[in-house]
């Protein structure tokens, strides 16, 4: 079946292999960390998205990126 999904998988797998010295990598464990990144680059990007509208501004800044990201690991 077709994964929905907006990012590739291959940049995920990657980062999970170097994570640790000779790690394998199940596909399964690559389709869930995409999924969850997803989800978390969302919400960040939302979140970017309110503070530059609060600001009155059309652009979101890296400014409102890092914000956003101190934000959510709180």
């Known amino acids: 079946m077709k994964r929905k999904t907006k990012l590739p998988l ?3 797998e990657r980062v999970l292999k170097e994570s640790g010295p000779n790690i394998r990598v199940s596909k399964e464990s690559v389709e869930a960390f995409t999924d969850v990144m997803e989800e978390i680059s969302g919400e960040i990007a939302r979140d970017s998205f309110d503070l530059a509208r609060h600001a009155e501004r059309k ?3 890296a400014s409102d990126v890092k914000i956003s990201w101190k934000r959510f690991r709180k």
């Open 10 to 12: 291959a940049p995920f």
């Open 59 to 61: 652009t979101i800044k």
